[in-house]
């Protein structure tokens, strides 16, 4: 009798899973993906980013979230920004890629950067940035089981809807935004909006706005007595810091925010921030998305520098600790492009974490 009703039950359940699974999946895929270590992604965050090293500087985010789940989202992003001194610029590249495991659905862009530095006062200065890309959006079907694909009275699979629509399906679409950045030598406050053309994303032919994303980040640093490396005149300082942080998002219906502190003794640095808006609720719940923890690496050479950072998201909201939170990893390599014979203008270093 169990062999006999589990199949039907299958039948009957599986076409409304299936299809609320990928409706789910197409709304929350309809959002940018975001990464934790937002700073170790800053092209990303920003485009007025470009550049803001004044060095040649590559770099990759790979983040998994709710791994213990089928519905998981992975997100990965490489980048590559340079500053040419002559022009006060920075150019970039940024080629991101999300994917949603329970349905194949995917998002691939790529996008170049341009940024210009303009020294406003002394003690400030301030960075316009724009970005040009295209973007890449699929779903692979034959990854779905369909209701009509199942015997009800043995639950074996037979051929259905999955195989009638020939795999998936796939859209390319332009995509503009733009940023500014202010800041000092200890403080800095962002604003960045994604998406400002609203592009039309839908795969399947109706109208499906991609929804334009708002970022404003903004911290502030205090500098300790550095420590120092080695001793004599091969002693070189360093960074002692603490910096409170904050990031807000908004795009579409959803809102995110992100306060936390960043302790930096180099080569160690220790970041922890909380994620949500416990003041607004979201379909009757509180807005409470996640605490962050992050431990990271900088490894200095004479003019080289490599960030390494591990971040793991710890879910507090309803969703609960089962969907194994977040796990993200970046990977940040930075040089000096400019020539050591010409003696450096007088500009100011963005002084935000690197992670």
């Known amino acids: 009798m169990r062999r006999l009703i589990y199949p039907k039950l299958v039948y009957l359940t599986l076409p409304m899973l299936c299809g609320w699974m990928l409706l789910a999946a197409l709304s929350v895929t309809a959002q940018d993906p975001q990464f934790s270590q937002f700073y170790a992604a800053p092209l990303y965050l920003n485009p007025a980013f470009a550049g803001s090293t004044q060095q040649g500087r590559v770099g990759m985010n790979y983040r998994n979230q709710w791994p213990a789940i089928d519905a998981n989202f992975t997100t990965i992003s490489a980048f590559a920004d340079f500053y040419i001194e002559d022009k006060n610029s920075g150019v970039g590249a940024l080629l991101t890629r999300d994917y949603v495991g329970i349905v194949g659905l995917q998002s691939i862009s790529f996008a170049l950067q341009y940024a210009y530095q303009l020294k406003l006062t002394k003690e ?90 708002i970022s404003v980040h903004g911290g502030y640093k205090i500098f300790f007595r550095p420590g120092m490396l080695g001793s004599g005149v091969f002693a070189r300082p360093r960074e002692r810091s603490i910096a409170p942080v904050a990031q807000y998002r908004h795009q579409g219906l959803s809102d995110q925010m992100d306060v936390g502190v960043y302790y930096t003794f180099e080569p160690l640095i220790i970041g922890t921030w909380y994620r949500g808006i416990p003041f607004k609720s979201v379909n009757g719940f509180t807005n409470n998305e996640s605490v962050v923890l992050l431990v990271g690496l900088t490894l200095k050479g004479e003019k080289d520098i490599l960030n390494i950072g591990y971040s793991y998201d710890f879910t507090i909201s309803k969703l609960g600790p089962g969907s194994g939170g977040a796990h993200e990893f970046s990977l940040v390599y930075s040089w000096p492009t400019r020539n050591p014979r010409k003696p450096p203008k007088d500009k100011l270093i963005i002084p935000c974490p690197d992670f």
């Not at 809807?161 to 200890?186: C, R, V, W, Y």
């Open 124 to 213: 400030w200065s301030f960075r316009p940035g724009v970005q040009v890309g295209i973007i890449n959006r699929s779903i692979n079907f034959g990854s779905l089981t369909f209701g009509d694909q199942f015997d009800p009275s043995t639950g074996t699979i037979t051929k259905g809807t999955a195989e009638a629509l020939n795999t998936g399906q796939s859209k390319f679409f332009p995509d503009i935004s733009f940023g500014g950045l202010f800041f000092s030598k200890k403080a800095w406050l962002g604003v960045a909006a994604h998406h400002i053309t609203q592009p039309n994303q839908s795969i399947l032919g109706s109208k499906d706005n991609l929804d334009m994303k």
